[in-house]
């Protein structure tokens, strides 16, 4: 096991934890990253408040809608008005900048190890800040992609062009940068082009996102690759120095990366796990000689691990 961490952590200050932490990304042998939507909500992706106002003002007004995740489950009275509401959360949560720097400070922290990224996240903030994309598993699925609601095949569909001519039409602009504005939002139109609506190729349902949320989700062959990838680095790794590393995840779905790194540690006596949590970071006494929980701002954390020494 990592040696450094055979001890109480009870008396342990933030910044002993934080070094002891850096010493563990230094000896690793590989890095597993599990990473939760307290990630990107520490990135700058609030779904309430200003950003989600500045959006959807007219979806606010009409409908009371108080923030972006739950206006997605809203029965809207049409297509057209569906795709408004979702042409504009794609956007601003998938192609447009990223809020913050701070994937692409955890893009630093690992760029030269050996690691693998598993996430639940859809806004593949990943790779858009320079991961290897075959060093990513998206199990949940991504806004840039459609599927066949049915589903009657098991493929997908990139929609970024489709969903730019959705905002266009509604009266967005989209600057060069792929930021969304609207200068004056009286003339914002709620509805898409019925032409825009998007349809099935083949069986002609309408088109759904491809995410999560029931047992239509597509597998498509991008996502059975990026799942054949992970298990594989896992295998390579078997009892190696290998931290697993979990940042924002909370107990929504636990079975997909908490308890199974938590499984893993208790497994091999070399791995070292991680939790970095804004106010929740614990680990079963099974590991806990083995485990780091690092409460506090996510930002701050990973730019204290990015520092070089002496720095």
């Keep these: 096991m990592f040696e450094e961490h055979r001890r109480n952590q009870q008396n342990e200050t933030t910044q002993e934890r934080i070094r002891r932490l850096k010493t563990a990304l230094e000896e690793a042998d590989a890095v597993v990253l599990g990473a939760g939507a307290g990630l990107s909500t520490a990135a700058g992706y609030r779904y309430a408040g200003e950003r989600f106002e500045r959006y959807f003002r007219d979806f606010i007004e009409k409908y009371g809608i108080t923030d972006m995740y739950s206006g997605g489950f809203y029965p809207f009275g049409s297509p057209e008005e569906y795709w408004a509401w979702w042409s504009r959360h794609i956007w601003v949560n998938r192609y447009a900048p990223i809020p913050s720097a701070l994937y692409e400070t955890l893009h630093e922290i690992l760029a030269d190890r050996d690691y693998f990224v598993l996430t639940t996240n859809v806004d593949h903030c990943f790779q858009r800040a320079g991961f290897d994309k075959h060093r990513l598993f ?7 992609l459609w599927q066949c609601s049915g589903p009657c095949h098991p493929k997908t569909y990139d929609n970024e062009k489709t969903v730019r001519e959705m905002l266009v039409a509604q009266g967005f602009t989209i ?18 082009p019925t032409e825009l609506v998007p349809r099935c190729p083949r069986c002609g349902r309408p088109m759904t996102m491809n995410l999560r949320a029931d047992d239509r989700f597509v597998e498509d062959a991008g996502w059975q690759r990026a799942s054949d990838r992970y298990r594989e680095f896992l295998r390579r790794h078997e009892g190696l120095k290998v931290l697993f590393w979990e940042i924002g995840v909370g107990y929504n779905t636990p079975v997909i990366i908490k308890y199974p790194f938590w499984r893993m540690t208790a497994r091999n006596p070399e791995a070292c796990y991680v939790c970095m949590s804004r106010s929740s970071a614990d680990c079963p006494d099974e590991i806990r000689e083995r485990s780091i929980c690092l409460n506090g701002d996510t930002g701050a954390i990973l730019a204290q691990l990015a520092q070089k020494d002496g720095a």
């Design 138 to 144: 998206y199990t949940q699925g991504d806004y840039g």
């Design 175 to 192: 600057t060069g940068d792929n930021s969304l504005s609207a200068d004056d939002f009286s003339r914002i139109r709620m509805a898409v």
